[in-house]
């Protein structure tokens, strides 16, 4: 079974702070996603990464960095947070195939920026 | 740009009825299609998905989605729901080339009365 897990699963974090959120996937998948959830906009791409040392911009990816040390790990980075970043953020791994690309996703971290 | 639409926010059926949750899309081209489930607090989980072959694709729990490149849908079915469907469904579409983003829909929320 794929199996991506995410940390922390709760963030309180104040305005200006730095915040990292950590997603590990046991899947040995190249592909790594992040996204967040807001309501009525669905998910929406912050930054994506095809194997370790890549990190591309997504659809939203301004106020959040990426980084990918490893083929495990793939980190979201809000190097000074703000309360629109208030969210619950996905992690997600896939690669891709003939027959598309079936994403796996982590539990959510659940983000509150003060 | 593609799109994903899904003009239904909330469906509520009772459990044992048939339910068409509809997705509609705007791409030109070959396409991937996708549906997800998201049960109330945790992360994504892959249904089913189609990218040639049988329009008629099966998923997992008795759901099946339909193809249609003359309307754009791609609508997830099934037959008898169970309480426990209650969930968001998510439609998403992939670009075949170039980049393998997945455009997500908003989501439509199935509530199954008992």
């Known amino acids: 079974e794929a199996a991506v897990t995410q940390s922390p699963r709760n963030k309180v974090a104040v305005t200006g702070g730095k915040v990292t959120l950590s997603c590990n996937q046991t899947?040995?998948?190249?592909?790594m996603y992040w996204y967040r959830q807001d309501t009525g906009h669905g998910l929406r791409l912050i930054h994506y990464s095809y194997g370790a040392g890549s990190t591309e911009k997504g659809d939203i990816p301004d106020g959040y960095k990426a980084s990918r040390p490893s083929q495990e790990n793939f980190s979201l980075i809000l190097e000074l947070a703000t309360p629109s970043q208030t969210s619950v953020y996905f992690c997600?791994?896939?690669?891709?195939?003939?027959?598309?690309?079936?994403?796996?996703f982590g539990p959510g971290t659940r983000l509150l920026v003060l | 740009t593609q799109t994903v639409s899904q003009s239904d926010a909330h469906v509520t059926v009772f459990e044992g009825d048939s339910v068409e949750l509809r997705c509609n899309y705007s791409?030109?081209?070959?396409?991937?299609l996708s549906w997800y489930i998201q049960h109330h607090g945790h992360g994504l989980q892959f249904l089913l998905k189609?990218?040639?072959?049988?329009?008629v694709v099966q998923g997992v729990n008795g759901f099946e989605a339909e193809f249609s490149k003359s309307d754009s849908s791609f609508h997830l079915r099934k037959a008898s729901v169970h309480w426990s469907d209650s969930a968001v469904y998510f439609c998403a579409v992939r670009q075949s080339s170039g980049s393998w983003q997945l455009i997500f829909g908003s989501g439509t929320q199935l509530t199954v009365m008992p």
């Open positions: 899947n040995n998948h190249n592909n």
């Open positions: 189609y990218y040639s072959g049988n329009p």
């Open positions: 997600a791994s896939g690669d891709v195939g003939a027959s598309g690309d079936t994403q796996y």
């Open positions: 791409y030109g081209g070959s396409i991937y």
